[in-house]
């Protein structure tokens, strides 16, 4: 289970974490994956992180700005949004999956999803 907390209606260009924590003892072998969908629009994958934390990749558009982490310890996983945007207003979701070094963006491959947080980012 992932449970999100984090969000809800933010100043654009300031800083921004959500969290994601895990119940369960695997979630320290499972690779972690960042996902957000827009007003209007499909759901699209922002980055992910492989099991050690030591392997992150990002979408394009979001390079330099997103920052994905985690702490294994504490079962959490983090999305610091940097410099936020009109545009970044969307829900966003964690998900895990068992395959350690991460798939990317395929959302089939992900077995456990968090229920998703707004993030409203005014101008």
């Known amino acids: 289970q992932l449970v999100q907390s984090g969000g809800g209606l933010v100043q654009a260009g300031d800083s921004l974490t959500l969290s994601c924590a895990a119940s369960g003892q695997s979630f320290s072998t499972y690779a972690m994956g960042w996902f957000r969908q827009a007003p209007g629009k499909e759901r699209s994958f922002i980055g992910g992180?492989?099991?050690?934390?030591?392997?992150?990749y990002y979408t394009d558009s979001v390079k330099g700005r997103f920052i994905i982490s985690r702490d294994n310890a504490k079962k959490e996983v983090y999305l610091k949004i940097d410099s936020r945007k009109p545009d970044d207003t969307a829900v966003y979701c964690c998900a895990a999956e068992e395959w350690p070094h991460g798939s990317g963006s395929d959302t089939r491959q992900y077995g456990y999803w968090g229920q998703g947080t707004q993030v409203t980012v005014s101008s």
């Open positions: 992180l492989d099991w050690s934390g030591r392997s992150a």
